[in-house]
């Protein structure tokens, strides 16, 4: 996965948005493996900065 971007981020949520992935042969972005998104919690800590 490439690193995430700003849009697929939600501070106020703590969430990121995993909706594509990388095909790192081809320099593609592409849908995830399991062609599934998905949303993942942010650590408090990290999130601290953020703001």
Same mark, same amino acid.
């Given at each position: 996965?490439?690193?995430?971007?700003?849009?697929? &981020?939600n501070l106020d949520?703590?969430?990121v948005h995993i909706h594509r992935g990388s095909d790192r042969y081809r320099d593609q972005e592409e849908a &995830?493996?399991?062609?599934?998104?998905r949303q993942v919690s942010i650590e408090?800590?990290?999130?601290?900065s953020c703001g």
């Amino acid at each position: 996965m490439k690193a995430p971007m700003w849009e697929d &981020t939600n501070l106020d949520r703590g969430t990121v948005h995993i909706h594509r992935g990388s095909d790192r042969y081809r320099d593609q972005e592409e849908a &995830t493996k399991t062609g599934q998104a998905r949303q993942v919690s942010i650590e408090p800590e990290p999130l601290r900065s953020c703001g």
